[in-house]
Protein backbone atom coordinates (compact mmCIF):
# COMPACT_ATOMS: atom_id res chain seq x y z
CA UNK A 1 0.00 0.00 0.00
CA UNK A 2 1.65 3.60 -0.74
CA UNK A 3 2.38 5.42 1.66
CA UNK A 4 0.33 8.96 1.33
CA UNK A 5 2.93 11.93 2.05
CA UNK A 6 1.85 14.76 4.28
CA UNK A 7 2.25 18.01 2.21
CA UNK A 8 3.91 20.34 4.80
CA UNK A 9 2.49 23.74 5.69
CA UNK A 10 3.22 27.13 3.53
CA UNK A 11 5.93 29.26 4.77
CA UNK A 12 3.37 32.02 5.18
CA UNK A 13 0.83 34.16 3.29
CA UNK A 14 1.54 34.41 -0.58
CA UNK A 15 4.18 36.98 -0.87
CA UNK A 16 5.83 36.31 2.37
CA UNK A 17 9.98 36.74 1.57
CA UNK A 18 9.56 38.35 -1.46
CA UNK A 19 9.49 41.62 0.70
CA UNK A 20 7.11 42.38 -1.29
CA UNK A 21 3.88 44.29 0.62
CA UNK A 22 0.32 42.94 0.26
CA UNK A 23 -2.48 44.88 -0.68
CA UNK A 24 -3.66 45.88 2.57
CA UNK A 25 -0.09 46.13 3.99
CA UNK A 26 0.46 48.80 1.08
CA UNK A 27 -3.11 50.61 1.53
CA UNK A 28 -2.30 50.63 6.00
CA UNK A 29 1.11 52.36 4.63
CA UNK A 30 -0.56 54.40 2.26
CA UNK A 31 -3.14 56.09 4.76
CA UNK A 32 -0.57 56.00 7.70
CA UNK A 33 1.77 58.52 5.08
CA UNK A 34 -1.66 60.38 5.82
CA UNK A 35 -2.82 60.51 8.85
CA UNK A 36 -0.16 58.65 11.74
CA UNK A 37 -2.91 56.71 13.50
CA UNK A 38 -2.19 53.05 12.75
CA UNK A 39 -6.12 52.19 14.40
CA UNK A 40 -7.19 54.75 11.12
CA UNK A 41 -5.10 53.53 8.76
CA UNK A 42 -5.90 50.11 9.38
CA UNK A 43 -10.11 50.36 9.21
CA UNK A 44 -9.42 52.27 6.60
CA UNK A 45 -6.77 49.54 4.71
CA UNK A 46 -10.15 47.19 5.28
CA UNK A 47 -8.80 45.37 8.47
CA UNK A 48 -12.22 44.95 10.96
CA UNK A 49 -13.24 47.70 13.16
CA UNK A 50 -13.19 45.41 16.34
CA UNK A 51 -10.04 44.54 15.17
CA UNK A 52 -8.02 47.71 13.88
CA UNK A 53 -6.25 48.66 16.99
CA UNK A 54 -4.68 45.66 17.41
CA UNK A 55 -3.72 45.06 13.39
CA UNK A 56 -2.41 48.51 13.41
CA UNK A 57 -0.05 47.88 16.22
CA UNK A 58 1.03 44.55 14.71
CA UNK A 59 1.68 46.56 11.39
CA UNK A 60 4.11 49.17 12.58
CA UNK A 61 6.13 46.33 14.00
CA UNK A 62 6.19 44.34 10.74
CA UNK A 63 9.97 44.72 9.47
CA UNK A 64 8.45 44.44 5.48
CA UNK A 65 5.92 47.14 6.41
CA UNK A 66 8.31 49.31 8.80
CA UNK A 67 11.11 49.24 5.85
CA UNK A 68 8.49 50.12 3.27
CA UNK A 69 6.76 52.95 5.75
CA UNK A 70 10.29 54.35 6.43
CA UNK A 71 11.76 54.49 2.90
CA UNK A 72 8.21 56.22 2.01
CA UNK A 73 8.35 58.99 5.23
CA UNK A 74 12.34 59.55 3.99
CA UNK A 75 10.72 59.95 0.17
CA UNK A 76 8.08 62.71 1.64
CA UNK A 77 10.54 64.50 3.56
CA UNK A 78 12.89 64.71 0.49
CA UNK A 79 9.84 66.21 -1.43
CA UNK A 80 9.46 68.55 1.34
CA UNK A 81 12.55 69.90 1.46
CA UNK A 82 12.23 70.48 -2.48
CA UNK A 83 9.33 72.49 -2.17
CA UNK A 84 10.90 74.63 0.91
CA UNK A 85 13.48 75.18 -1.57
CA UNK A 86 11.57 76.38 -4.31
CA UNK A 87 9.34 78.57 -2.23
CA UNK A 88 12.77 80.46 -1.15
CA UNK A 89 13.60 80.95 -4.97
CA UNK A 90 10.04 82.29 -5.82
CA UNK A 91 10.04 84.32 -3.29
CA UNK A 92 13.33 85.32 -4.35
CA UNK A 93 12.39 85.97 -7.37
CA UNK A 94 9.52 88.10 -6.74
CA UNK A 95 11.68 90.21 -4.03
CA UNK A 96 14.38 91.16 -6.50
CA UNK A 97 12.84 91.25 -9.94
CA UNK A 98 13.11 94.19 -12.22
CA UNK A 99 9.81 94.92 -13.88
CA UNK A 100 11.41 96.75 -16.83
CA UNK A 101 12.98 93.06 -17.85
CA UNK A 102 9.18 92.72 -19.36
CA UNK A 103 9.16 95.48 -21.22
CA UNK A 104 11.49 96.18 -24.76
CA UNK A 105 13.65 99.61 -25.29
CA UNK A 106 10.66 101.84 -26.62
CA UNK A 107 8.64 100.86 -23.54
CA UNK A 108 5.66 98.32 -25.03
CA UNK A 109 4.98 95.11 -23.43
CA UNK A 110 7.01 92.24 -24.62
CA UNK A 111 5.38 88.87 -25.99
CA UNK A 112 4.28 86.67 -23.55
CA UNK A 113 6.63 84.12 -24.94
CA UNK A 114 9.19 86.78 -25.00
CA UNK A 115 9.08 88.01 -21.47
CA UNK A 116 12.36 86.13 -19.33
CA UNK A 117 11.34 83.05 -17.23
CA UNK A 118 12.06 84.58 -13.71
CA UNK A 119 10.36 87.57 -14.64
CA UNK A 120 7.20 85.71 -15.97
CA UNK A 121 7.04 83.88 -13.37
CA UNK A 122 6.85 87.04 -10.75
CA UNK A 123 3.57 88.17 -12.66
CA UNK A 124 0.37 87.07 -10.86
CA UNK A 125 -1.82 88.52 -13.67
CA UNK A 126 -2.19 90.22 -17.25
CA UNK A 127 -5.06 91.42 -18.42
CA UNK A 128 -6.01 92.87 -22.11
CA UNK A 129 -8.80 95.07 -22.74
CA UNK A 130 -9.83 95.91 -26.08
CA UNK A 131 -10.15 99.83 -26.58
CA UNK A 132 -12.53 101.11 -29.23
CA UNK A 133 -13.77 104.53 -30.63
CA UNK A 134 -17.57 105.69 -31.75
CA UNK A 135 -20.58 104.06 -31.50
CA UNK A 136 -23.19 101.41 -33.17
CA UNK A 137 -21.88 100.98 -36.46
CA UNK A 138 -19.24 103.49 -36.56
CA UNK A 139 -17.35 101.76 -33.37
CA UNK A 140 -14.08 100.48 -34.36
CA UNK A 141 -11.14 98.88 -32.30
CA UNK A 142 -8.10 101.58 -31.91
CA UNK A 143 -6.37 99.87 -29.94
CA UNK A 144 -5.54 97.48 -26.47
CA UNK A 145 -5.19 98.47 -22.66
CA UNK A 146 -2.28 95.72 -21.30
CA UNK A 147 -2.89 95.18 -17.79
CA UNK A 148 0.17 93.63 -15.86
CA UNK A 149 0.15 92.97 -11.99
CA UNK A 150 3.29 91.75 -9.98
CA UNK A 151 3.25 89.45 -7.09
CA UNK A 152 3.80 92.00 -4.59
CA UNK A 153 7.44 92.56 -3.22
CA UNK A 154 6.85 93.30 0.41
CA UNK A 155 5.90 89.87 1.30
CA UNK A 156 8.65 88.04 -0.63
CA UNK A 157 10.80 90.14 0.79
CA UNK A 158 9.52 89.87 4.18
CA UNK A 159 9.46 86.11 3.78
CA UNK A 160 13.42 85.78 3.04
CA UNK A 161 13.99 88.16 5.44
CA UNK A 162 12.57 85.69 7.94
CA UNK A 163 13.89 82.43 6.38
CA UNK A 164 17.57 83.93 6.66
CA UNK A 165 16.87 85.68 10.16
CA UNK A 166 17.12 89.12 9.04
CA UNK A 167 13.84 89.54 11.31
CA UNK A 168 15.25 89.86 14.32
CA UNK A 169 17.54 92.51 16.43
CA UNK A 170 20.80 92.41 15.11
CA UNK A 171 23.07 93.78 18.20
CA UNK A 172 25.17 96.19 17.25
CA UNK A 173 29.12 95.94 18.73
CA UNK A 174 31.56 98.91 18.39
CA UNK A 175 35.62 97.99 19.01
CA UNK A 176 37.57 100.47 18.80
CA UNK A 177 41.32 100.06 18.34
CA UNK A 178 44.57 101.30 17.12
CA UNK A 179 46.83 100.58 14.27
CA UNK A 180 46.59 96.63 13.42
CA UNK A 181 44.02 95.93 15.49
CA UNK A 182 46.73 97.08 18.65
CA UNK A 183 45.88 99.35 21.75
CA UNK A 184 45.29 103.11 21.02
CA UNK A 185 48.50 105.08 21.62
CA UNK A 186 48.42 108.04 24.22
CA UNK A 187 50.24 111.02 24.87
CA UNK A 188 50.60 113.05 27.23
CA UNK A 189 49.26 116.79 26.77
CA UNK A 190 52.32 117.97 27.54
CA UNK A 191 54.98 116.77 26.55
CA UNK A 192 57.73 117.84 29.28
CA UNK A 193 60.94 116.15 28.10
CA UNK A 194 63.26 118.71 27.28
CA UNK A 195 62.11 121.24 29.95
CA UNK A 196 65.32 122.34 32.09
CA UNK A 197 65.23 121.90 35.74
CA UNK A 198 63.73 125.81 36.47
CA UNK A 199 61.15 125.21 33.75
CA UNK A 200 59.82 122.29 35.29
CA UNK A 201 60.06 124.40 38.93
CA UNK A 202 57.87 127.17 37.50
CA UNK A 203 55.35 124.84 35.70
CA UNK A 204 54.84 123.29 39.24
CA UNK A 205 54.50 126.88 40.98
CA UNK A 206 51.67 128.18 38.28
CA UNK A 207 49.58 124.21 38.67
CA UNK A 208 49.95 124.79 42.85
CA UNK A 209 48.34 127.97 42.37
CA UNK A 210 45.41 127.10 40.03
CA UNK A 211 44.74 124.37 42.83
CA UNK A 212 44.61 127.21 45.39
CA UNK A 213 42.45 129.37 43.50
CA UNK A 214 40.07 126.16 42.85
CA UNK A 215 39.99 125.14 46.50
CA UNK A 216 39.37 128.78 47.67
CA UNK A 217 36.39 129.01 44.96
CA UNK A 218 34.93 125.79 46.51
CA UNK A 219 35.33 127.02 49.99
CA UNK A 220 33.25 129.94 49.55
CA UNK A 221 30.58 128.52 47.57
CA UNK A 222 30.55 126.36 50.67
CA UNK A 223 30.62 129.40 52.83
CA UNK A 224 27.81 130.90 50.87
CA UNK A 225 25.68 128.06 51.24
CA UNK A 226 25.69 127.84 54.55
CA UNK A 227 24.77 131.27 55.11
CA UNK A 228 22.02 130.67 52.89
CA UNK A 229 20.65 128.43 55.06
CA UNK A 230 21.28 129.17 58.80
CA UNK A 231 18.30 131.52 59.87
CA UNK A 232 18.28 134.93 60.25
CA UNK A 233 19.50 136.69 63.66
CA UNK A 234 18.01 139.92 64.96
Known amino acids: MPVRKRKGKRGGRQGAGTGRLTGRQRAFVEHYLVRPVASEAAKK ?10 AGSRLLRNAKV ?47 QDIPEDIARCISSIEVEALFSGKGED ?6 LTKVKFWPKDRALDLLARHHGLDKPQAMKLEVSGPGGGPIATTDAR ?7 AELDQLEAIERARESRRAAAVAGSDSDREAASSPETS
Open 66 to 112: AKFLATAQKERLERLKASADEVVVEASRIGLADPRRAFDASGMLLPI
Open 45 to 54: AGYAEGSAEV
Open 139 to 144: KVQIGT
Open 191 to 197: DLEGYTD
